[in-house]
């Protein structure tokens, strides 16, 4: 049986780029473009009329920057994923908007057939990250104190989510409960103080959890 095709919203506040990236995925049979945004307050309003399955959100835009329109997607328990497109990668742009619940972060050099492959697993439900960004988040030490660690099982766990497992699918892997799962999901986020799956990616990088 075929993919669903993926629906995909750009958010970019410049036509050059939107354009580019519309021209790059229309080509695609996996994807379809229903719609572009040239800031954060239009990326809401078409992410409620269009139910895209993915946002492709810059940061920098004028009327409302891409982490707040991600922080109020997340607000809303919006199903949409987001994978922020930009050119920055300091930790002042990166953390707030993993923090706001983007579900993955490129840059904009990135090559086309990495970009679509990022899109994908995005639609999955996958946290996607640049070398770069994930390099910056491993080297970041802001704990003052040893955090606790997590235990061999929630290591296992925490690599699942990593590779994109669901809840079910990580239950089946290590062949115990889903409720079993959701427990240790839970552990995982109180040790790393996070409270969705990409954050807990995210510091599992900067902690040197995962490579």
Same mark, same amino acid.
Do not use: C, W
């Given at each position: 049986?075929?993919?669903?095709?993926?629906?995909?919203?750009?958010?970019?506040?410049?036509?050059?780029?939107?354009?580019?990236?519309?021209?790059?995925?229309?080509?695609?049979?996996?994807?379809?473009?229903?719609?572009? /945004?040239?800031?954060?307050?239009?990326?809401?309003?078409?992410?409620?009329?269009?139910?895209?399955?993915?946002?492709?959100?810059?940061?920098?835009?004028?009327?409302?920057?891409?982490?707040?329109?991600?922080?109020?997607?997340?607000?809303?328990?919006? /199903?949409?994923?987001?994978?922020?497109?930009?050119?920055?990668?300091?930790?002042?742009?990166?953390?707030?908007?993993?923090?706001?619940?983007?579900?993955?972060?490129?840059?904009?050099?990135?090559?086309?057939?990495?970009?679509?492959?990022?899109? #994908?697993?995005?639609?999955?439900?996958?946290?996607?990250?640049?070398?770069?960004?994930?390099?910056?988040?491993?080297?970041?030490?802001?704990?003052?104190?040893?955090?606790?660690?997590?235990?061999?099982?929630?290591?296992?766990?925490?690599?699942?989510?990593?590779?994109?497992?669901?809840?079910?699918?990580?239950?089946?892997?290590?062949?115990?409960?889903?409720?079993?799962?959701?427990? %240790?999901?839970? %552990?995982?986020?109180?040790?790393?103080? #996070?409270?969705?799956?990409?954050?807990?990616?995210?510091?599992?990088?900067?902690?040197?959890?995962?490579?």
């Amino acid at each position: 049986m075929p993919e669903p095709v993926i629906r995909l919203l750009i958010a970019d506040d410049h036509p050059i780029v939107r354009d580019g990236l519309r021209g790059m995925f229309t080509g695609d049979d996996r994807f379809e473009v229903v719609g572009e /945004a040239g800031d954060g307050e239009e990326a809401l309003a078409l992410a409620r009329t269009l139910a895209p399955d993915v946002i492709l959100m810059d940061l920098r835009m004028p009327r409302m920057d891409g982490v707040t329109a991600i922080r109020r997607l997340t607000e809303q328990g919006a /199903a949409v994923r987001v994978l922020v497109l930009t050119t920055f990668d300091t930790e002042s742009e990166v953390l707030p908007a993993i923090e706001a619940g983007a579900t993955g972060y490129l840059l904009k050099d990135a090559p086309s057939d990495e970009l679509m492959r990022a899109v #994908v697993a995005a639609s999955r439900g996958e946290a996607v990250l640049a070398p770069s960004v994930a390099m910056r988040l491993m080297g970041r030490v802001r704990e003052p104190e040893s955090p606790p660690p997590l235990s061999d099982r929630e290591l296992e766990v925490l690599r699942l989510i990593a590779a994109g497992a669901t809840n079910r699918e990580s239950a089946a892997r290590l062949f115990i409960s889903e409720a079993t799962v959701k427990t %240790h999901v839970l %552990h995982i986020y109180a040790k790393l103080g #996070v409270n969705d799956r990409a954050a807990a990616v995210a510091v599992g990088f900067q902690r040197g959890l995962l490579a």
